[in-house]
């Protein structure tokens, strides 16, 4: 019950903050374009808000299992309580984020918990939209742990709930290139300068300034490093992507690592490759399976397929109205049963994987996009999703339908004109290379 009540006021708040973060990327692309500085294209921004919205239906939906829950470990271990105050929130949110630097830190040292942040660093690009590239692969909730300092406290749980998701939201604006250094602040907050030298690949900035909101965690625990002016910051991470669905960029860490778990011939090896530091690989695997991996960040090609303006429409069509869907989901969460919204979720999941390998011409994206369409139709149109939205909601209902017919129209009647885009775009990579 208390899980339900959070969902629901976590997408409360989620329409309000939304249209915040669109506006704020939409006023750094414009002044990228008048000042000539632009740090976005065009799919990249459209997989990084895709990404968001995926991280954005897991939460609402609460799919996580908690292993350690926070109430838990203040009602076992508190030692005193704080009086409500300002104190009481201040102390509060500096346990947040210590707690926010250990396990960002365990994210990027341990090979399986990077699983469940690459999402975050897989935009060669660096910007503000890239901030909402959130995880959905973090199925199990341990975080509490790190909070022990804010239960011996006797932080209240609620308001841990209430100062979490703020903690979060705050470090959107930091997501910049367009912001320089910012003279003492730079010794307090984490700022856009000491965000880019985390998300560079360059040696001397990986795995640095790992702090949320102040920097003083990481002078304090020695992984700061400052954004030097002869060393400029190359975005992404050291084994590109090559991709724009979220829910592949999600998983792909986890399955080279179930590869070399599976291939390796040594039993120490497959058991210890989940454990040891991030990118870790047993020796015997890495000559019969390897991977390429990023040596001279200012030689790396970034992940760039060409696509004609008809192909850059339909992406944009397919995003603008899966937003729809997902506006209308969070604006009516109150009021949807449980299989409902797990059956509006899912149509809402396999339309941005569909679109998404659209995008990469995946050679399996247009029947795929057809078979997700019916299957869309098909749930809209059963009893447990007609009969709610027939009732309150006519017209959603009626353009629900429409866009997944048009989908189907656009991926029969222009296919040639997406197979054309591919050769186009494998014919330049080619001729790179």
């Known amino acids: 019950m208390v899980k339900s009540g959070f969902s629901l006021n976590y997408a409360e708040i989620l329409l309000l903050v939304i249209p915040s973060f669109m506006i704020l990327i939409l006023v750094e692309i414009l002044y990228g374009h008048f000042t000539k500085k632009q740090t976005h294209t065009f799919m990249d921004t459209l997989s990084s808000l895709s990404s968001g919205m995926t991280n954005i239906l897991k939460d609402s939906l609460g799919l996580v299992l908690i292993i350690f829950s926070y109430p838990y470990i203040l009602k076992s271990i508190a030692l005193i309580n704080l009086e409500s105050s300002l104190t009481l929130y201040l102390v509060a949110f500096v346990c947040i984020d210590f707690a926010s630097y250990w396990n960002h830190r365990l994210n990027h040292k341990v090979n399986i918990f990077w699983n469940r942040h690459v999402i975050h660093h897989s935009s060669e690009e660096f910007n503000l939209a890239c901030a909402l590239r959130q995880s959905i692969s973090s199925w199990i909730g341990f975080g509490a742990l790190f909070l022990i ?235 447990t999703m007609s009969k709610f939205l027939l009732t309150d909601f006519f017209y959603s209902y009626v353009l629900m339908l429409l866009y997944f017919f048009l989908t189907i129209v656009i991926t029969i009647f222009y296919k040639n004109e997406f197979k054309l885009n591919k050769y186009v775009s494998s014919t330049l990579i080619e001729k790179h290379v």
């Not at 300034?209 to 700061?224: E, K, Q």
């Not at 797990?342 to 057809?370: C, H, K, P």
Request: some cysteine.
């Open 149 to 383: 300092p804010a239960a011996l406290l006797g932080v209240p749980a609620n308001i841990i709930a209430l100062l979490a998701p703020l903690h979060l939201f705050a470090q959107f604006w930091y997501h910049t290139q367009h912001i320089g250094k910012l003279g003492f602040l730079e010794y307090i907050i984490v700022t856009p300068s000491q965000h880019r030298v985390h998300h560079a690949i360059n040696s001397i900035y990986i795995d640095k300034n790992l702090s949320a909101i102040f920097c003083v965690w990481d002078r304090i625990f020695g992984t700061f490093q400052e954004e030097l002016d002869e060393e400029p910051p190359v975005y992404g991470v050291l084994k590109p992507v090559q991709t724009w669905n979220p829910f592949l960029i999600n998983f792909q860490h986890a399955w080279n690592v179930i590869q070399d778990a599976y291939y390796t011939n040594s039993l120490k090896d497959k058991l210890r490759v989940w454990f040891m530091p991030t990118g870790w690989r047993p020796a015997d695997v890495i000559d019969k399976f390897p991977r390429p991996i990023t040596e001279n960040p200012n030689e790396r090609a970034k992940y760039s397929p060409n696509y004609s303006i008809f192909i850059k429409s339909i992406a944009l069509f397919h995003f603008i109205s899966i937003n729809l869907l997902l506006t209308f989901f969070l604006y009516n969460f109150s009021d949807l049963s449980i299989e409902f919204k797990l059956m509006y979720g899912f149509i809402i999941a396999i339309s941005i994987f569909g679109f998404t390998s659209l995008m990469d011409f995946q050679s399996w994206a247009l029947n795929f996009e057809i078979l997700r369409s019916f299957s869309a139709i098909f749930l809209i149109s059963s009893l």
